[in-house]
């Protein structure tokens, strides 16, 4: 069965800071990775996701993400966090499938302070 | 130019009583699916159809009804409602394996 892994439920960076949330999966064969952003109040955004080919993804709002097969992870990262960022970051994992359900982790809060 | 929308987007009920939730895409998606997400911020999939067939359903109590009167519409019904059934309900559609989710409808049962 597949499962995704979000270590850490909170985290704090100050607005400038670098960032990266950490994201572990468990799939019988090649995933289809996805990071999502839900602020609040609100439904759930795609910040970047992960097929095939080159392992670093660029998303939107200054966003990426490495997949790296030997740790089965795909943490995001981002250089230089704003106060905009602070929400509630999911990692997802779904079959090579069209049509078949996500898995979502447990979530990341992530705040921002000044 | 909303791609996946639901209503209502509050709903406010009293237990055992009977309500619905619509979702519709303009997207032109295959595939529809239901999300809950509870207190502490889970997301768990419910139901998923493709092309108004139903194709997962995740041990969902019989309670909750999904109906799917054509592929860009998956409305979402609840018998008897209860108090744990209080969650933000989310509609997404796919065509390939990327998701699209709507805003979100947050059922509160009192």
């Known amino acids: 069965a597949q499962s995704v892994t979000q270590p850490d439920i909170h985290i704090t960076v100050s607005e400038g800071a670098s960032l990266e949330l950490r994201c572990n999966y468990s799939y019988g064969a090649t995933p289809y990775l996805f990071w999502y952003v839900q602020s609040p109040g609100q439904g759930l955004q795609l910040l970047l996701k992960?097929?095939?080919?080159?392992?670093l993804v660029q998303g939107i709002k200054g966003f990426e993400a490495e997949f790296k097969r030997s740790q089965s992870s795909f943490n995001l990262r981002k250089p230089s966090v704003h106060w905009s960022d602070a929400a509630e970051y999911f990692c997802?994992?779904?079959?090579?499938?069209?049509?078949?359900?996500?898995?979502f982790g447990g979530g990341t809060r992530l705040m921002v302070k000044p | 130019d909303t791609a996946v929308s639901q209503t209502p987007k509050y709903l406010v009920t009293q237990m055992g009583n009977d309500k619905s939730i619509k979702c519709e895409q303009n997207?032109?998606?295959?595939?529809m699916y239901w999300y809950k997400q509870d207190s502490k911020k889970f997301l768990k999939i419910m139901f998923s159809y493709n092309n108004k067939e139903l194709i997962i359903n995740e041990t969902v109590p019989n309670r909750f009804s999904p109906k799917s009167p054509d592929k860009a519409h998956l409305n979402l019904h609840i018998n008897s409602l209860e108090l744990g059934d209080s969650a933000v309900y989310f509609c997404?559609?796919?065509?390939?394996?990327?998701?699209?989710f709507g805003p979100g409808t947050r059922l509160t049962v009192l």
């Open positions: 997404a559609s796919s065509q390939s394996n990327e998701q699209f």
């Open positions: 997207l032109g998606h295959d595939t």
């Open positions: 997802a994992v779904g079959p090579l499938r069209a049509g078949n359900m996500l898995t």
């Open positions: 992960y097929f095939s080919g080159d392992t």
